[in-house]
């Protein structure tokens, strides 16, 4: 990606959030060695299958898209077939839950570049999350009313893109077993078909 079309999916001095702002200023002043700063996205440019939140590597490589079952550092040689991971707010918010102007904000300066690079042939978008689900629904400019985020469902979008909605896969699902290990596989695995990357590649 060239710095040019890099700039529109990432600033990592980013500070159009306030309290987001204030919180990474706190961590990097107390954790001088934490990366507090805004989180790239990582993974191949104009990709099939763009996955929308914070993904388990080893469920990736499982499935044949991640070259390695997890990531150690930015040069540790891990990297994605026809897949790009983002988030749908950037920066870490105070107990991970982010505000509405938080999301919209992040959104409109960077989900909206990441979403139009991805593949109109076949390409697919997964949405870890209700946050990440009803953040693509607003960028595209659809109707929340029309895309209900349900786990493993499949919306058909009029771009002739698949939105595929999975629950995330935070400690607080998993441990109450709303989201099990074979429900988040269904859902990955199925985008990776959709999208035809990992061991789904025609």
């Not at 079309?5 to 987001?20: A, F, G, I, K, Q």
């Not at 990531?71 to 988030?87: H, Y």
């Not at 109109?120 to 659809?142: C, E, F, N, Q, W």
């Amino acid at each position: 990606m060239t710095e040019s079309r890099m700039s529109e999916t990432y600033d990592r001095n980013c500070t159009n959030c306030p309290r987001l702002a204030e919180l990474l200023a706190d961590v990097q002043e107390r954790y001088p060695e934490y990366h507090a700063r805004p989180v790239p996205s990582f993974g191949r440019t104009s990709p099939r299958l763009l996955i929308v939140g914070l993904l388990l590597y080893e469920t990736l490589h499982a499935i044949g898209i991640a070259s390695r079952p997890q990531s150690i550092s930015v040069d540790d040689g891990l990297e994605l077939a026809g897949t790009r991971i983002t988030n749908a707010v950037k920066c870490l918010p105070p107990q991970n839950k982010p505000v509405a102007a938080e999301v919209n904000a992040c959104a409109s300066k960077f989900l909206v570049h990441e979403l139009a690079e991805v593949n109109r042939d076949g390409g697919v978008l997964l949405a870890l999350g209700g946050i990440s689900h009803k953040a693509i629904i607003r960028t595209l400019g659809l109707r929340q009313a029309d895309y209900r985020f349900a786990h493993a469902a499949e919306h058909h979008l009029p771009d002739g893109r698949v939105l595929v909605d999975s629950y995330h896969c935070s400690r607080y699902n998993t441990s109450t077993r709303r989201l099990t290990p074979d429900m988040f596989m269904h859902a990955v695995e199925r985008a990776a078909r959709l999208a035809q990357v990992g061991r789904f590649a025609s």
